[in-house]
């Protein structure tokens, strides 16, 4: 094959990304969806299946959290970012906007087409944002706007809450912006990489005491969802104050120069 359509390892842990994705998809189909549908629905199975969803769309942010590293280390084709953008559109784009379309048709207090509005929004945003990070340059070390893994898990943590759904609508519609906003946000790199990696476990095995009804399960689930909406909202304030202080050091500085 010609070597620019050679896959590298890279590219394999992207393509898993792209299968995770897409299996949360079916999960929500055929475990949520369908058995509300046909009033089958017996609420363990919707569990199970919610929590599956759920886990494979945190498996796919493993597999994207690993595909850069060795990309780095090793080496990436020339497909490399077009699959990388592709494979994060499917996971963290379609699978979370699907998991948000799925909740509106199912949930009791849920209102149907204004939640197809929002997960078009959320969907939108994210296909927003990859394309800006393709023509965009930054400086080292950060993204603009928040990054589309952390805001699908963020987006179904907000779902799995299970709020009123007006609040819930508002969540979601706030994280959808901030993926498409200014705000800067570290990349995971060094030990901020291995908190990342240790929080999405720590997650699967929240979703995996939900899901098998375990002692505490409810409990540990709506622990760590409001943890993530928590992550959500916190570091854009503190990347704002870092911002804010930096610009005032800066008028500082120039006032000083000025003065001498």
């Not at 896959?7 to 842990?13: E, G, H, K, P, R």
């Not at 009791?108 to 393709?134: E, G, K």
Request: proline share 4%.
């Amino acid at each position: 094959m010609p070597l620019s359509t050679r896959l590298s390892i890279a590219d394999t842990l992207t393509l898993g990304n792209a299968t995770c994705g897409f299996m949360a998809v079916y999960f929500t189909t055929t475990g949520v969806l369908i058995p509300h549908l046909t009033g089958h629905d017996d609420g363990g199975m919707a569990r199970h299946s919610a929590a599956t969803a759920v886990m494979l769309m945190l498996l796919a942010s493993i597999f994207d959290l690993f595909d850069g590293i060795v990309a780095r280390k090793l080496r990436s084709s020339a497909m490399g970012a077009e699959l990388d953008n592709l494979s994060d559109l499917i996971s963290f784009g379609l699978a979370p906007a699907y998991f948000v379309l799925v909740w509106g048709m199912v949930a009791s207090d849920a209102h149907q087409h204004v939640s197809a509005l929002a997960a078009i929004v959320v969907l939108l945003a994210v296909v927003l944002r990859l394309a800006r990070f393709s023509c965009v340059t930054l400086r080292e070390g950060i993204f603009q706007g928040m990054p589309s893994p952390f805001g699908a898990l963020t987006i179904v943590s907000i779902v799995l809450l299970e709020l009123p759904f007006i609040p819930t609508l508002m969540a979601i519609v706030g994280t959808a912006w901030l993926m498409v906003s200014r705000v800067e946000y570290p990349k995971p790199r060094g030990l901020l990489a291995v908190a990342m990696l240790a929080w999405i476990v720590t997650a699967m095995g929240m979703l995996a005491a939900w899901a098998f009804d375990a002692p505490g399960g409810e409990l540990l689930l709506q622990t760590g969802c409001a943890l993530q909406v928590v992550l959500g909202a916190v570091i854009p304030l503190f990347a704002t104050a870092r911002r804010v202080n930096t610009f005032r050091d800066n008028r500082r500085e120039a006032r000083l120069a000025a003065r001498g």
